[in-house]
C-alpha cells in the first residue's frame, strides 16, 4: 500500500486542558468565577474552538489523500487503523460524511466523544442564551452576562432598542426571554421597549 502523506494532529488541546476546561464551566456556570478564572475559561474555550478546526481540518485532508490514492478501507485496517480512532471525535464533523464516503459503517456509540470522568455532583445546566459566533456554546446569565454578549454587539443593539431575540436558544420561550430582557435591563440601567418585548405584555414581563 502506497504511504500517504503526513498529516500530524498535536495535542492542541490535551486531556489536561479538557479537565480544567470543564471545572471553569462549572464555576462559570454558577457564577463563582473571578476575573482570573472567566479569563482563563475564555482562553480555553478559543483553545478548544481552534483545536477542534484544526482537528478536522488534518483529518478531511488525511481522508482526501486516501481517496485520491484509492485505498480501500480494507487496506486501511490491514495497516493497523482503527475505526474508533477516526470516527471518535464529533458525531457533526465532516470525518463521518467522509467516511459514509468510503463505505465505512459507523455506529453512534463510536462516533460519540469520550468525556472526562466528573464528579457525581457535577450538574447538566441548560443554557438559554447562545453565541451567534458559536451557536452551540449555550450559557445561563448568573452575576455576569456572558462575555460573548459584549464582543458581539448583543448589549450596544440592547442600548439601540433593537431585538436581543438572536442570543436566545428558543426565542418562543417566554420565561427565557422575560429572564434574558430582565438582566440586561438591570445591567444597561433601561427597560426593553416593544419591539424587544415582541408578544410578550407589559403586565407578563412585570411579574417575571
Known amino acids: ?6 498529516h500530524p494532529i498535536g495535542p492542541v488541546f490535551s486531556q489536561v486542558d479538557e479537565q480544567r476546561y470543564q471545572e471553569l ?3 462559570y456556570i454558577d457564577g463563582k468565577t473571578d476575573a482570573a478564572q472567566e479569563a482563563e475559561f475564555q482562553e480555553l474555550r478559543q483553545k478548544k474552538i ?3 478546526a484544526k482537528r478536522e481540518h488534518c483529518i478531511t485532508q488525511l481522508i482526501k489523500d486516501i481517496k485520491e490514492q484509492d485505498i480501500s478501507f480494507a487496506e486501511l485496517t490491514q ?3 482503527r475505526v474508533p480512532a477516526i470516527t471518535d471525535l464529533y458525531s457533526d464533523s465532516e470525518i463521518l460524511k467522509a467516511a459514509k464516503a468510503l463505505g465505512v459503517n459507523t455506529s453512534a456509540k463510536a462516533a460519540e466523544p469520550s468525556q472526562p470522568k ?4 457535577k450538574r447538566e445546566v441548560k443554557g438559554y442564551i447562545k453565541s451567534i459566533q458559536n451557536p452551540d456554546e449555550t450559557v445561563v446569565w448568573r452575576a455576569g452576562p456572558p462575555s460573548f454578549l459584549k464582543e458581539e454587539g448583543c ?3 440592547y442600548d439601540q432598542g433593537q431585538s436581543v431575540d438572536r442570543w436566545l436558544v428558543d426565542p418562543k420561550d417566554e420565561q427565557s426571554k422575560i429572564k434574558f430582557l430582565q438582566k440586561l435591563a438591570k445591567k444597561q440601567g433601561k427597560e426593553p421597549n ?3 418585548l415582541g408578544d410578550i405584555s407589559a403586565e407578563a414581563y412585570a411579574k417575571g
Open 155 to 157: 448589549l450596544a443593539t
Open 194 to 196: 416593544e419591539e424587544q
Open 25 to 27: 464551566t462549572g464555576l
Open 79 to 81: 495497516a493497523g487503523l
Open 1 to 6: 500500500m502506497e504511504q500517504t502523506a503526513s
Open 50 to 52: 481552534a483545536a477542534r
Open 118 to 121: 466528573m464528579s457525581s455532583k
